[in-house]
């Protein structure tokens, strides 16, 4: 499996941006479907974005859309989550999982096998 690590999370207040980055382990990463998930405290994880290996993507939550932007670079292993204009609400664990080859609901926890540490994003208003 794809080992996953996450980085670039922090506080910011509202209306800020923050960019993730999520660094895989292994090649198989340019042959990998890609996503965000994150985690709100009391709250189920839910998918935020995924990205195809050539570059196509999707968001997974409404909330986001226009503010967020999911990219991958393959030849650095690396996914990235641009957040901006960042709310209260989007304060959350924020974890990159991998999938290959993909099958299944695309935005569904399930359907990914490897999972990042999570890194913690704080918006504060």
């Known amino acids: 499996q794809v080992q996953l690590v996450e980085s670039g999370g922090g506080s910011v207040q509202a209306g800020g941006s923050l960019r993730l980055s999520c660094a895989a382990s292994?090649?198989?990463?340019?042959?990998?479907?890609m996503a965000w998930f994150r985690q709100a405290p009391g709250k189920e994880r839910e998918g935020v974005a995924l990205?195809?290996?050539?570059?196509?993507?999707?968001n997974c939550a409404d909330s986001v859309e226009g503010r967020f932007t999911i990219s991958r670079d393959n030849t650095q292993n690396t996914l990235y989550l641009q957040m901006n204009s960042l709310k209260p609400e989007d304060t959350a664990m924020y974890y990159c999982?991998?999938?290959?080859?993909?099958?299944?609901?695309?935005?569904?926890?399930?359907?990914?096998?490897?999972w990042g540490q999570g890194t913690q994003v704080t918006v504060s208003s």
């Open positions: 999982a991998a999938v290959t080859p993909f099958s299944g609901p695309r935005c569904a926890i399930a359907t990914y096998k490897s």
């Open positions: 292994e090649n198989t990463y340019s042959r990998a479907y």
């Open positions: 990205i195809s290996p050539d570059g196509l993507s999707r």
